[in-house]
């Protein structure tokens, strides 16, 4: 019986073989801190940071598949190597957290493919995209003012970028597919989008914030800059993990918020109404549906 959310050889054996140098390069010759992380020459030329290609599947070869949308929550433990660091001042810049790695390659021009929707169809500029990452925040006056009054004057409010440490989560978008010329089933993330809280001058209250989608990145276009920049390994530091491996290896915790469905774009909770138990218990069950078919395919 294969494992419903296995990791991938092929994966695994690209973190073992091509393990990304980074800030502890040189640390045991160092002879002075300036030293650490200076390449030689031919750790330049055998540290390659090409991501391994997706092997090419012919429409004809996929039996059967399934579009999932799924969170990964960042209050979880498994999934802190996504989250940290959140700030960068004292690691220098080879660590960073995935958030900080979207942006700064977003400001580079290296990731060119985000869009507003996990469905692709509309583009975004650089400069849409910078407006998304402003917060607006309100001082107390600002808000007793719309107590008061209904509005809030400018100079009680503060413009300000959003940073990693207010990111809730991600949420990624990928296909379940069973392969029927090699007689697996295998995953393929297509898009993954930072998660973070909405901040509403308007909405002055002390409910549960809301969670808004910053942008959605189509991971085929990120996987270069993503292999190139590597995840603290805390059972060994000598051997990071890059970012790429360890998402298409699958190496977190998630809930499936969304499966496709005839009903358009219709959620877990769009048909189970506030009940954590039971939307929880749903997404276990479209977990189980893609795992038995995996597993029915050799038992017929």
């Not at 600002?142 to 990111?167: C, H, L, M, S």
């Not at 190496?251 to 109404?273: C, G, L, M």
């Amino acid at each position: 019986m294969k494992p419903f959310f296995h990791l991938q050889i092929l994966f695994i054996a690209i973190a073992f073989s091509s393990a990304h140098l980074n800030a502890q390069a040189n640390l045991l010759n160092a002879r002075v801190p300036q030293d650490i992380g200076k390449l030689t020459e031919y750790q330049v030329e055998s540290n390659d940071v090409t991501p391994m290609a997706y092997g090419y599947v012919d429409d004809r070869d996929v039996l059967w598949s399934k579009t999932i949308w799924e969170i990964i929550d960042l209050n979880e433990r498994v999934n802190f190597p996504y989250y940290y660091p959140t700030d960068t001042l004292n690691l220098g810049p080879d660590r960073r957290s995935l958030f900080d790695l979207l942006k700064l390659d977003l400001s580079r021009g290296r990731i060119k493919e985000v869009y507003n929707s996990s469905y692709f169809q509309e583009k975004l500029t650089y400069e849409e995209i910078q407006e998304s990452l402003m917060a607006i925040d309100t001082i107390e006056a600002g808000y007793d003012q719309y107590n008061a009054e209904g509005f809030v004057d400018p100079e009680y409010i503060n413009k300000r970028r959003i940073t990693a440490a207010e990111i809730k989560q991600y949420r990624i978008k990928g296909t379940w597919y069973f392969n029927k010329r090699l007689g697996e089933l295998r995953y393929r993330l297509l898009g993954v989008c930072p998660v973070a809280a909405d901040i509403n001058i308007q909405a002055a209250t002390e409910e549960e914030e809301d969670l808004v989608e910053l942008f959605w990145v189509w991971y085929p276009d990120a996987r270069k800059t993503l292999n190139q920049n590597s995840i603290f390994n805390s059972r060994n530091s000598s051997q990071p993990i890059t970012f790429d491996v360890m998402l298409n290896s699958r190496r977190f915790n998630s809930i499936i918020y969304k499966e496709e469905n005839v009903y358009e774009d219709r959620e877990v909770k769009d048909y189970i109404f506030e009940d954590a138990l039971r939307q929880l218990l749903e997404s276990e069950r479209i977990k189980s549906v893609i795992r038995d078919f995996e597993q029915d395919m050799w038992n017929n």
